[in-house]
């Protein structure tokens, strides 16, 4: 089966860099992805990860070590309306056509 | 282009009652994901279908639970005889492929059981 490790509350000040970090036990590895959640929202695809290293879409960057199992999300100049719960997800390579299992999330709160 | 589309955003059933909510995939997406979720949890994989087939509903309880998606018209994920542990968010994804762990979901039905 597959397990994901992410810290379930990170709090941090407006316009300051937040790391989520999030660590996965899988047989077999597709890609790290990363979802952002509002409260009471939809989530929202923020980034994917299939190769070793950083990818960077404006304020958040994902990196992915494949050999380490872990992966964060990096989320720079903070803003208030990033308070948001982070998930990470895995897809296993050798569960055929089981999508994405999703870590228990990370609660954002972002501070003045 | 309509992103996921989810009715009733909100459904209140009693214990007993079937529950019916419905999902439309964004449109070219032809793999729909259903997920439960629980206040202050994750997301937990229930069933994946693609037209007129379940591929994977390992995550979905054998009882009282069914889902499909035919042909014409939009996915459906049906509970019968909904008991109180049933209340939670029930969210729709779709996707284009399934090899890229990129889901679009849709805004969630909220299910509340008295």
């Known amino acids: 089966g597959q397990s994901l490790e992410q810290p379930s509350e990170v709090t941090a000040v407006e316009g300051a860099i937040v790391q989520i970090n999030c660590t996965y036990q899988t047989s077999g590895f597709y890609g790290l992805s990363w979802y952002q959640q509002h409260d009471g929202g939809a989530p929202t695809f923020l980034s994917y990860n299939a190769l070793d290293g950083l990818e960077e879409t404006g304020r958040f960057s994902s990196f992915l070590s494949r050999s380490d199992s872990y992966g964060y999300l990096l989320l720079q100049e903070l803003q208030m309306k990033d308070s948001a719960s982070y998930f990470c997800?895995?897809?296993?390579?050798?569960?055929?056509?089981?999508?994405?299992?999703f870590g228990k999330g990370t609660r954002l709160s972002v501070i003045a | 282009n309509a992103g996921v589309m989810q009715n009733p955003r909100h459904l209140v059933r009693r214990r007993g009652q079937e529950a019916r909510l419905r999902c439309s995939p964004m449109k070219g997406h032809s793999h729909v994901y259903w997920y439960r979720q629980l206040p202050e949890e994750g997301l937990k994989f229930m069933v994946y279908?693609?037209?007129?087939?379940?591929?994977?509903e390992s995550g979905m309880p054998k009882e009282r639970f069914s889902a499909e998606f035919p042909k014409e018209g939009p996915s459906i994920l049906r509970i019968q005889q909904v008991v109180r542990g049933d209340s939670a968010a029930y969210f729709c994804?779709?996707?284009?492929?399934?090899?890229?762990?990129?889901?679009?979901f849709g805004p969630g039905t909220r299910l509340t059981v008295t």
């Open positions: 994804a779709s996707s284009e492929t399934l090899h890229r762990g990129e889901q679009y």
């Open positions: 279908l693609q037209k007129e087939n379940i591929i994977d």
């Open positions: 997800a895995v897809r296993n390579r050798n569960s055929g056509n089981t999508p994405l299992v």
